[in-house]
């Protein structure tokens, strides 16, 4: 963090002193709702044809459109992220539908998603919590004490090709199509539902473009805006100075500011992540429309606070492996050695030499 950012272990700021000040952006706007959703499904709908019809000349030809397809996917799952928060329109029924119809066209089946979401949200930076809607992220000493299989499985988990590229693909692909056994009956159907529709429009498209031609283009559309997405929400949560902590030394406003990272994209990434990279407003209160979280940003002095990163300081983020609880940083495989050799009194976790 900065020198004007809060630093670890001061007090978190009064609720009261931000809760009235970003209230005006937590109304939808339904006329910019209706605007969002002609410039990113319009678009959309129109590369499918483009990436249909320049198959008949080279895939090299489709691929950059499906790249620019790639982007307004990620656009349709910001609206599906909002509609799940209950931001995107004013009516929780226009939300739920929105929801729905998003959900299909992302493979995200909206109710079960927004579940499972909500756990992030109350377990987001919580050690004690982990396993529901994150990163796979151990501690330095969770990993120190575990298996050589458990090591071997985790180096994988956190292996960027693995984590970006093949992850993705799984997840929507065939995790999203699976309740969880903790989902409720409601969440269930909805997987059911949506498994049903997703079906159903890839036998319309079949149909209309040919199956080979279908599924090149989906998968690879859809290989792309998850590798994207995948990124965005690690980057979120796993960079220079995020905030993690014990449960009982939990704190919702300070893991929202500092355990949510400000991601300063250029204009026309941020316009196509839907001002995801406001992040550290959205978990601190998750009700803002995307399209007001720019603006609400800049009205409250205490946003401004938080250090942003850059598209390039990111990438630093893919060498962060572990969580060091004595050091309260993300450190690399590279550190274990110099972390075992330097022992610290009064630690919580179990002893540092492996397995």
């Known amino acids: 963090m900065n020198d004007a950012s809060m630093t670890r272990g001061e007090q978190a700021p009064d609720?009261?002193?931000?809760?009235?000040?970003?209230?005006?952006?937590?109304r939808p706007v339904v006329r910019r709702s209706v605007w969002q959703l002609i410039n990113t499904l319009v678009p959309y709908a129109v590369l499918w044809y483009l990436m249909y019809r320049s198959l008949a000349g080279s895939y090299w030809l489709t691929l950059p459109l499906a790249i620019l397809a790639a982007g307004f996917l990620v656009r349709v799952f910001i609206i599906f992220h909002d509609c799940g928060h209950g931001s995107f329109f004013k009516s929780r029924k226009a939300n739920d539908i929105m929801g729905f119809i998003a959900g299909v066209l992302t493979f995200t089946p909206y109710r079960h998603w927004r579940w499972?979401?909500?756990?992030?949200?109350a377990t987001a930076g919580d050690l004690d919590h982990r396993g529901t809607g994150d990163v796979w992220t151990l501690t330095v000493r969770e990993y120190l004490a575990s298996s050589r299989w458990k090591r071997l499985a985790y180096r994988l988990a956190r292996n960027?090709?693995?984590?970006?590229?093949?992850?993705?693909?799984?997840?929507?692909?065939?995790?999203?199509r699976f309740p969880s056994s903790q989902a409720g009956r409601r969440e269930r159907r909805s997987v059911h539902l949506t498994n049903?529709?997703?079906?159903?429009?890839a036998v319309a498209l079949s149909l209309v473009f040919g199956l080979k031609v279908y599924l090149l283009i989906q998968l690879t559309v859809m290989g792309v805006a998850g590798s994207a997405g995948i990124w965005l929400f690690y980057v979120q949560h796993q960079f220079d100075g995020v905030y993690w902590a014990r449960h009982d030394e939990w704190d919702y406003t300070?893991?929202?500011?500092?355990?949510?990272?400000?991601?300063?994209?250029?204009?026309?990434?941020?316009?196509?992540?839907g001002n995801i990279g406001f992040h550290h407003i959205h978990h601190l209160r998750p009700g803002i429309p995307n399209y007001n979280l720019e603006r609400c940003h800049r009205a409250v002095p205490l946003f401004q606070t938080v250090k942003p990163i850059t598209l390039l300081s990111s990438l630093k983020s893919l060498t962060y492996r572990l969580w060091d609880e004595q050091r309260q940083r993300l450190v690399g495989y590279g550190q274990l050695r110099a972390i075992r050799r330097q022992p610290r009194p009064g630690d919580r976790s179990p002893a540092l030499e492996p397995r």
Do not use: D, N
Request: no cysteine.
């Open 116 to 121: 499972e979401h909500a756990l992030h949200h």
């Open 196 to 201: 049903l529709a997703i079906a159903g429009l």
């Open 254 to 273: 300070t893991v929202a500011l500092q355990g949510s990272s400000f991601y300063r994209l250029p204009k026309i990434l941020q316009w196509f992540t």
């Open 160 to 176: 960027p090709v693995v984590l970006f590229v093949l992850a993705p693909l799984f997840l929507f692909l065939v995790k999203q």
């Open 15 to 26: 609720p009261t002193a931000w809760k009235e000040l970003v209230a005006p952006y937590q």
